[in-house]
């Protein structure tokens, strides 16, 4: 399930922002974070990161068991580790658990009101995003 996702996500993105074609690679810098839900547990999911500028790129980041994650760029048919910088709107993808489990999370995206600056640095850009999850009835 969480294999199908991803790469539906991916698909997604790659229809949405073309391939570009003679276009060089933006230069991507190191992003990665903790996505973690209102009890400071660890969420599952994936992230989408759009830039403000309109770009012929994707950045896209899926967590781990611990709710870690680190930013890949999208570019073409290539991904790239780190994202280019600038700024950026996100939106959350949970993924639901096994089924019959107590913690199914309803699979709705959630926007993130606020933005996400990445900076130029080799040193890193780190997020900490915290979301509110639902469980299902």
Known sequence: MRRS?????????????????????????????????????????TISFKSSQGASFAVVATTDAEGRFELETIFGNRKIKGAPK???????????????????????PIELPQTFEVKPTQEGNEFSIQVEIRKQR
Do not use: H, S
């Open 5 to 45: 996702l991803r790469i539906l996500v991916c698909g997604a993105v790659l229809f949405v922002t073309g391939c570009p074609r003679g276009e060089q690679p933006p230069e991507t810098f190191p992003a990665k974070g903790q996505l973690v839900d209102q009890n400071n547990q660890p969420v599952a999911a």
């Open 86 to 108: 600038g700024e950026y709107r996100a939106t959350v993808m949970p993924m639901m658990g096994e089924q019959g489990q107590e913690n199914e999370m309803l699979i709705e």
